[in-house]
């Protein structure tokens, strides 16, 4: 199961995603595509990513759940094998940290600060924006590796926000001479 988070707007790059699935079924039969999201401010492009899962015969491998509430994404994120964001441009993607708070590892273009989030082969993989050979392997690489669920999870914890927030509150501190002795 891949799973993505997100608008459905063009940058997200669900249509990246849908265009590797004939070939990944050729090694993953089951495979299942879990798309996440709703229209946005940016737009909405189902209707697209509909025609397109139709054009190359997948329609049965992609499922629109359309838009959740935070509470019930844990469920489709846990479920999923691979988190996957092909995008244009992000900057600190929450949504990655989201998925890997499941224990689900995250395959991401190398866009905004998608390689500052997924730093170690442990927890994910960084593949060149716009690159089809390049995402497939990343997807099928995901797919056929044993992760290490409980290390993933560790990895959100550290950077939870209260987490995060309190470190750059030392540094300010630091900088500004106001820690304690």
């Known amino acids: ?16 995603v849908i265009a590797c699935i004939p070939e990944l079924l050729q090694s993953f ?4 595509y879990l798309i996440v999201g709703g229209a946005s401010a940016e737009g909405n492009i189902e209707s697209q990513l509909r025609e397109q899962a139709q054009s190359l015969g997948v329609t049965e491998h992609v499922r629109f759940l359309g838009s959740l509430p935070p509470k019930k994404l ?5 479920s999923a ?30 866009v905004g600060g998608n390689s500052e989030v997924i730093n170690s082969p442990i927890i994910g993989e960084i593949f060149p924006f716009d690159d089809h050979k390049a995402l497939l392997a990343s997807l099928k690489n995901g797919l056929n590796k044993s992760w290490d669920r409980q290390a ?20 300010y501190h ?6 304690e002795q």
């Open 174 to 179: 630091d900088l500004l001479g106001l820690k």
């Open 81 to 110: 094998d691979v988190f996957v964001l092909s995008t244009a441009n992000e900057g600190w993607a929450n949504v990655i940290l989201e998925s890997m708070a499941c224990g689900t590892p995250v395959i991401a273009s190398d």
């Open 1 to 16: 199961v891949l799973i993505t988070v997100g608008g459905l707007v063009k940058r997200k790059g669900f249509h990246r």
């Open 29 to 32: 039969p089951k495979l299942v």
């Open 152 to 171: 993933i999870v560790a990895y959100a914890a550290e950077n939870h926000w209260d987490t995060r927030m309190a470190k750059l509150m030392d540094i």
């Open 74 to 78: 844990s469920v489709p994120l846990s």
